[in-house]
T-cell receptor
Framework: TQLLEQSPQFLSIQEGENLTVYCNSSSVFSSLQWYRQEPGEGPVLLVT?????EVKKLKRLTFQFGDARKDSSLHITAAQPGDTGLYLCAGVGYNTDKLIFGTGTRLQVFP | GAGVSQSPSNKVTEKGKDVELRCDPISGHTALYWYRQSLGQGLEFLIY????????KSGLPSDRFSAERTGGSVSTLTIQRTQQEDSAVYLCASSPGTTINSPLHFGNGTRLTVT
């Protein structure tokens, strides 16, 4: 069974602070996606990483896929209240198209 | 219809009753997923349909849960003899192709409450 553990589970910070969310597994994934979910809505895709060691930037968000393709991180610089939400990583294993989601990190950014 | 549509948005049912949850995917999307989410936590995979292939049912928690997808479009998730632990938000997502290059587009979910 492929499991994706995210840490921390909860994060509460002040506007302007930096933060990093981790997504770890003992399994290897062919690709990994990050989503953000707001209350009452479905998750929305932020980024897909495919290559081991890949780094992608989306404005103040930096995503990294581990060299061994077992882990990923999301770094937010100068967090804004609009970044508040539930962040979910999701991985696709080999020989499957099934997307498995992580345990989630709930971020609260206070003004 | 621009996005994935789920109905009803909320469902309250008594323990032991059957419920049907509906998902209308984005037109032309071949892949359809059902997930369950409890209390704003991570998503638990339930079932995956891809084109005309046999569905991946490996995430269904018990034989009380079943799903079908008619004509490669609309999907219905059925829960028989509901239990209180079935209370959760049930999310449907569709995708135009294989997941590695295709993001999932989610509906807003059906919030199921079993009393």
């Amino acid at each position: 069974t492929q499991l994706l553990e995210q840490s921390p589970q909860f994060l509460s910070i002040q506007e302007g602070e930096n933060l990093t969310v981790y997504c770890n597994s003992s399994s290897v994934f062919s690709s990994l996606q990050w989503y953000r979910q707001e209350p009452g809505e479905g998750p929305v895709l932020l980024v897909t990483v495919v290559t081991g060691g890949e780094v992608k930037k989306l404005k103040r968000l930096t995503f990294q896929f581990g060299d061994a393709r077992k882990d990923s991180s999301l770094h937010i610089t100068a967090a804004q209240p609009g970044d508040t939400g539930l962040y979910l990583c999701a991985g696709v294993g080999y020989n499957t198209d099934k997307l498995i989601f992580g345990t989630g990190t709930r971020l609260q950014v206070f003004p | 219809g621009a996005g994935v549509s789920q109905s009803p948005s909320n469902k309250v049912t008594e323990k032991g009753k059957d419920v049907e949850l509906r998902c209308d995917p984005i037109s032309g999307h071949t892949a359809l997923y059902w997930y369950r989410q409890s209390l704003g936590q991570g998503l638990e995979f339930l079932i995956y349909f891809q084109g005309n292939s046999a569905p991946d049912k490996s995430g269904l928690p018990s034989d009380r849960f079943s799903a079908e997808r008619t004509g490669g479009s609309v999907s219905t998730l059925t829960i028989q003899r509901t239990q209180q632990e079935d209370s959760a938000v049930y999310l449907c997502a569709s995708s135009p192709g294989t997941t590695i290059n295709s993001p999932l587009h989610f509906g807003n979910g059906t919030r199921l409450t079993v009393t």
